[in-house]
């Protein structure tokens, strides 16, 4: 969490309020340490989500299918839910959970990996309202281009963890080693957004750093 933890809580207690069934899955995500969305991020998304109402979502990254069933809950009936994972047991714990929690009609899991399925989407020239993204961190710069086709003129796009828990303002030499290339690489996504012309964006401290986009009328990538 970037910002002071006990402040955090404070929050989350005037704001959070997620269904019953969700607080179930958040419950059992976090017993068997499966990453899923922070509470503020949660309160962040039905917020956008209320006000934006978008007739078709994309997510990316569906681990569990938490924040896809999140989604569901703030927006029409009839509005597109789909989300990409290509992780074979994260695949099989959304199948799941939709199954369970009577989801399976409201949202499409596309099996596969995120670039080469929005690469496919661009192809098939998909347009969405919404994009949240919420996958491997060190693949945003790779994946901006198809997602910045994929929004709509207008179109807002959310994407989760990109002030790393706070070490985005390290040196990469005193990044681990192992994480320099995800820290050079979001370093390079959040210049993109910030700086492009696609994009107006702002970068929220709440959970691991949410940067909230909305895709300027006929800017080019």
């Known amino acids: 969490m970037v910002i002071n933890e006990r ?6 207690a005037l704001t959070w309020d997620i269904p019953k069934y969700l607080k179930e899955v958040e419950k059992e995500a976090i017993s068997e340490n499966v990453p899923i969305i922070k509470r503020p991020v949660q309160t962040l998304l ?10 078709a979502v994309l997510e990316i990254g569906t681990a569990i299918g938490f924040s896809s069933m999140l989604i569901s809950e703030y927006i029409s009936r ?15 714990g959304a199948l799941k959970n939709y ?9 499409n899991l596309i099996q596969g990996d995120a670039l080469e399925v929005l690469k496919t989407l661009s192809e098939k020239e998909k347009i969405y ?3 949240f993204m919420d996958a491997a961190k060190g693949q ?8 910045c086709k994929l929004l709509k003129e207008g179109g807002m796009l959310v994407t989760d963890n990109v002030l790393q828990d706070g070490n985005i303002i390290q040196s990469r030499y005193v990044v681990t080693r192992r994480d320099r290339t995800i820290h050079t690489r979001m ?11 696609d994009f107006n964006t702002v970068i ?4 691991d750093g949410v940067a909230v986009s909305v895709k300027n009328c006929k800017g080019g990538f």
């Open 187 to 197: 370093r390079k996504y959040l210049y993109y957004l910030t700086h492009s012309e």
């Open 204 to 207: 929220l401290p709440i959970g």
């Open 46 to 55: 039905g917020f956008l989500l209320r006000f934006t109402q978008p007739d």
């Open 140 to 147: 945003y710069i790779n994946f901006a281009e198809c997602v």
């Open 7 to 12: 402040l955090g809580v404070f929050i989350d």
């Open 99 to 107: 199954n369970k929690y009577n989801k399976k009609d409201r949202i």
């Open 129 to 131: 309202d919404f994009v």
């Open 78 to 92: 009839d509005a597109i839910i789909d989300t990409i994972e290509k992780v074979p047991a994260r695949i099989e």
